[in-house]
């Protein structure tokens, strides 16, 4: 059962995503004809069709229900500064042929970034705090991310081919053969094996009120991290605009909560595997370098997830994700809000001579309270 944006057309038909309502809802009901294992199993329901068979399911769609969700305690006073901050302004009308155009995403986002009256979180707001104080965290540095054969199929029968190419998928050219025979993309990416410890901090408040993509939002971000580069180097980055809706992935209106993201989802890159967030949020950063602004407006990705590393620190698959232990990662994308590839400044030197083009820290010590509804 779900309780949804409106799917069906003026004529009841079943709508594509463009074409979805996010101004209505309605509940479906679904008693499947399979058992808990993905056999068929048919529902003995005694309809008979109109070929002289059963109808072998259930699907009641109810129009007319309406939801409400208990209040939380959280008393809507916020750190100074939050409820100035605002959101990312919205995109001007672009091009056709941005890259952002080939994602599968971008059908149910372009339903979305014209509404502005979104539905709130049900239950909602709900008001998520957290630190980690001066320790030690983790810089990721590039390299080739080996590609889960349950994600991305084999050489012969790809899958998670979809574009932009590691944003969304890794499609055909972005892919090559990997020294354990399988596949691993072909550039290096901010999803590798390789990390330097170094240390760092990070303070973060969030309010996840608006549930949905949307042209306007009621979410809420009030984030800073410090970190140092292997070189020594001191960052501080400042988030506080969240994005209201995404262009090739959703951004919830630009905090989400309790959701399950990347890998098999698709929500995100498929380059890093499948996790349950407890909180994330997409906004656009600030980034200073020994005390100098190198870079403003940065699409920025930040989430607390299950612990995704192995015990030499490698980027695990679906199957080794540790859902007992949680780490905060925060993501400085190469790409601007389009898709399109701009390398984020940040002055450090990789042995090849070339800047990192992101920044992609992880930090293992974060903590956190959340304050939501209650029965």
């Known amino acids: 059962m779900m309780l949804t944006e409106f799917v ?18 309605h509940l479906h009901l679904m008693i499947f004809p399979f058992d808990q294992f993905g056999r068929h199993d048919a529902v003995p329901t005694g309809f008979e069709l109109p070929n002289g068979k059963q109808q072998p399911f259930l699907h009641i769609m109810y129009p007319g229900v309406s939801a409400e969700g208990s209040m939380p305690t959280f008393d809507g006073q916020l750190p100074d500064g939050i409820q100035q901050a605002g959101q990312v302004p919205a995109l001007d009308p672009p ?23 979104p539905r709130d979180v049900l239950g ?7 630190e ?6 983790n810089w990721v540095l590039p390299g080739k991310r080996e590609l889960d054969p349950t994600i991305f199929g084999t050489a012969d029968d790809p899958q998670g081919t979809e574009k932009p190419a590691m944003l969304v998928g890794a499609p055909a050219p972005a892919r090559e053969p990997a020294p354990d025979g399988g596949q691993r993309t072909k550039p290096a990416t901010p999803f590798s094996d390789k990390a330097e410890q170094v240390q760092g901090s990070v303070n973060m408040t969030l309010i996840d009120a608006t549930a949905t993509d949307a042209a306007t939002t009621d979410d809420r971000i009030d984030f800073e991290a410090t970190f140092t580069a292997p070189d020594g180097a001191e960052y501080r980055v400042v988030i506080d605009k969240a994005a209201s809706h995404g262009t090739f992935i959703p951004t919830g209106g630009g905090v989400i909560t309790n959701f399950i993201q990347h890998g098999v989802t698709g929500w995100g890159t498929r380059l890093m595997p499948t996790e349950y967030d407890d909180a994330a949020l997409y906004g656009a950063a600030t980034i200073f370098r020994d005390g100098e602004r190198i870079a403003k407006g940065r699409p920025a ?15 695990v698959t679906d199957d080794n994700v540790e859902p007992g232990a949680r780490h905060l990662h925060l993501m400085i994308f190469p790409f601007d809000r389009l898709g399109n590839h701009d390398a984020v400044p940040t002055g450090f030197e990789l042995p090849n001579g ?6 992609h820290i992880m930090y293992p010590g974060f903590e956190w309270t959340a304050t939501g509804a209650l029965p």
């Open 301 to 315: 990705h930040v989430m607390v997830t299950e612990f995704v590393r192995g015990e030499s620190y490698e980027l």
């Open 8 to 25: 069906r057309g003026e004529s009841y038909e079943l709508a594509t995503d463009a074409n979805v309502d996010p101004g209505a809802r």
């Open 354 to 359: 070339e800047q990192q083009p992101f920044l």
């Open 95 to 117: 091009p056709e042929d941005e890259p952002y155009r080939q994602s599968p995403w971008w059908p149910y986002l372009s339903a979305h970034v014209d509404d502005d009256d």
């Open 124 to 130: 909602g707001p709900l008001a998520v705090q957290g």
């Open 132 to 137: 980690q104080e001066q320790g030690s965290v």
